[in-house]
């Protein structure tokens, strides 16, 4: 019975070593995981995307993106509970790159030189604007204001050889006397500064992407790929239930004819951000939709 047990002992120990062994080198592949489709470099995912993972276990989540085929994403300047050091070790590690980091306008305003050092640190090409505070409803005022902090951030960032762009998130689609929208004035009025069409966002505020993207080709650098669920009718509250993200190609925007467009009129890169609590579903199924297959299936 002793020697019984000693064996089964012995067996159960080889088996856990053997399952930890498959295990790390099954992650040692997917850190290797080859770019599968010649389109993929245009291709990137938002961090948003996995920010519950990525709070809880950052080399899981890289894990997970590397293993989708994906080599570039957006994100910063949170690096969830790690130094800059660490995060970009483990971004070098997973073979990443980080193109474009968040900042705000009170950084542009008052610490331009903290945003230059971050986006040197990671290589980043872009900053991006994701929001503009301001009491209801967005107001030519709000405009005003970060029209002029965007502008002259930007000429700086230029020197630096950084783009900035600025996310809209449909709350500037109030009307404007002249331009016509809120979001129009800003576009025609931005001399050095870009912008980041988020398909969804675009659309819930009350506008038209394809539109937008043919009547300004050279406004957009970045582009957001996130789907709405049919039936879901907006505002310009710049705000939705996260789970009328929906798999691209599922819903109501014409994904594949922005992707077609944006390629030709300069958009360099286009991020999947899924912000549902279905994203490790979903997003291998918008993968495969933009024809970007998983390198392990």
């Not at 505070?133 to 950084?162: C, W």
Request: glycine share 10%.
């Amino acid at each position: 019975m002793k020697i019984n047990r000693l064996l089964l002992s012995a067996f159960l120990v080889c088996g856990l070593l053997l399952s930890s062994c498959k295990q790390q080198s099954k992650q040692n592949e997917t850190k290797k995981a080859p770019i599968s489709n010649a389109y993929a470099p245009y291709y990137g995912i938002q961090l948003y995307t996995l920010r519950d993972m990525l709070a809880n276990d950052v080399s899981q989540a890289f894990s997970y993106i590397r293993g989708w085929g994906l080599q570039t994403v957006e994100g910063g300047p949170n690096t969830y509970g790690l130094s800059e050091t660490d995060f970009k070790a483990l971004l070098d590690e997973f073979g990443l790159s980080l193109v474009s980091t968040g900042t705000d306008l009170e950084e542009l305003q008052n610490n331009l030189e903290a945003l230059v050092t971050r986006a040197n640190f990671y290589g980043a090409k872009y900053a991006m604007v994701s929001w503009i505070g301001h009491q209801k409803p967005f107001s030519l005022e709000d405009a005003d204001k970060a029209i002029s902090i965007m502008n002259e951030a930007g000429r700086l960032l230029k020197k630096e050889d950084i783009t900035l762009v600025y996310h809209p998130h449909g709350y500037e689609f109030g009307a404007h006397d002249s331009a016509g929208t809120l979001l129009d004035y800003m576009i025609q009025s931005a001399e050095d500064f870009y912008f980041e069409m988020d398909t969804f966002w675009i659309q819930h505020g009350g506008g038209d992407p394809v539109a937008l993207l043919k009547q300004y080709p050279k406004a957009f650098k970045l582009m957001h790929l996130k789907d709405m669920k049919t039936g879901v009718v907006g505002d310009k509250s710049g705000s939705q239930d996260v789970n009328d993200n929906v798999v691209l190609g599922t819903g109501q925007i014409p994904i594949a004819e922005l992707v077609a467009i944006g390629k030709k009129t300069g958009v360099e890169y286009f991020f999947i951000e899924d912000e549902s609590d279905r994203v490790l579903g979903q997003v291998p199924r918008s993968l495969t939709y933009l024809g970007i297959t998983d390198p392990d299936a």
